[in-house]
């Protein structure tokens, strides 16, 4: 009989130690998860899910490679601060890693840069500090997933932009650079247009000059066109040419020859008046009107295209 007991209990033993450890994995399922709050990283118009290893643009998924995105992450931890090539080698590439750092990590920012839409000689995210390696510009926010997705539960809304998808010196909305490089080229065209127009045109010029200016004032004013027409053509090929092929420091020129440009462009505001007599007087104080404001306008649309944001010290 105490065999008989002895042999019940060893073969109940593995039972019960089954039936605890079934009881055990329950309990433990039954836990809350992990919350992966601040795995999601928003900055200007772009979310990056750190934990799926995405970056997202207005909410659409934009294709980046393993390592330029990891270099990205490693910023994202510490935006603000100067990270030394010697850090980001030790984070991505470890010692016993057989590779040509330099090229990879230069492969990597560029193919970054190009996801952002960014530039090394007028970066809005990654700044390279020359012989000490890199800086996050843009200011981070860390995301809640569960406090998102609370909130976006009850119903679907327009979303609201918040103070990262600003421009940083306009306070609007951030433009589809495209469409302001657009209009910028053809407000040079246009100018091109005029230019073109009283060179070709330069005896009916003339002749409505002289229909409402004494002989000097004629001939002072036909020397301006000639003079300021000169000028004007290879100044607007030259912005038009920029604009065109992206040139990134295009802001920073135009802001340089703003002044001559506002100029040029006021002396030029004031030619619908030399067609007086053809349009009258009212078309034409109408179209000078418009003209005043036109170099205005070009200011704005390459500040829209060609943002600077102040570097951190």
């Not at 609201?160 to 600003?166: G, N, R, S």
């Not at 004629?218 to 300021?228: E, R």
């Not at 000028?231 to 340089?256: H, M, N």
Request: net charge neutral; aromatic share 10%.
């Amino acid at each position: 009989m105490a065999s008989l007991i002895r042999w019940d209990e060893l073969l109940a033993a593995p039972v019960l130690e089954n039936a605890k450890l079934r009881v055990v994995s329950l309990l433990i399922m039954s836990l809350p998860q992990a919350s992966p709050a601040g795995r999601i990283v928003r900055f200007g118009v772009f979310e990056a899910d750190l934990a799926a290893g995405e970056l997202r643009k207005n909410g659409a998924r934009i294709r980046l490679q393993e390592q330029p995105f990891q270099v990205l992450a490693f910023m994202l931890e510490r935006p603000g601060d100067v990270l030394t090539r010697e850090e980001i080698r030790q984070k991505l590439w470890p010692a016993d890693t057989f590779v040509d750092f330099d090229h990879s990590l230069n492969t990597a920012v560029n193919k970054l840069r190009e996801a952002l839409g960014d530039s090394a000689s007028s970066p809005r995210y990654v700044e390279t500090l020359a012989r000490r390696g890199y800086r996050f510009l843009a200011p981070v926010e860390r995301i809640d997933t569960q406090t998102r997705e609370r909130a976006s539960a009850p119903a679907l809304s327009t979303p609201v932009p918040t103070d990262e998808a600003l421009h940083p010196e306009l306070e609007v909305p951030l433009p589809n650079r495209g469409l302001s490089r657009g209009l910028f080229a053809l407000i040079q065209v246009m100018y091109l247009s005029f230019y073109l127009a009283a060179l070709f045109h330069l005896h009916q010029v003339a002749w409505n000059t002289e229909s409402i200016l004494p002989w000097w004032g004629a001939s002072t004013v036909l020397v301006a066109v000639l003079v300021t027409a000169g000028v004007g053509i290879p100044l607007r090929c030259y912005l038009f040419s920029a604009a065109t092929f992206d040139y990134r420091r295009l802001g920073e020129k135009f802001q340089r020859l703003f002044l001559f440009i506002l100029v040029l462009d006021q002396l030029w505001a004031i030619a619908p008046f030399l067609m007086t007599p053809t349009i009258g007087f009212g078309a034409a104080f109408a179209a000078t009107a418009a003209l005043l404001y036109v170099p205005f306008s070009e200011r704005t649309l390459v500040k829209m295209a060609y943002p600077t944001l102040p570097h951190r010290g």
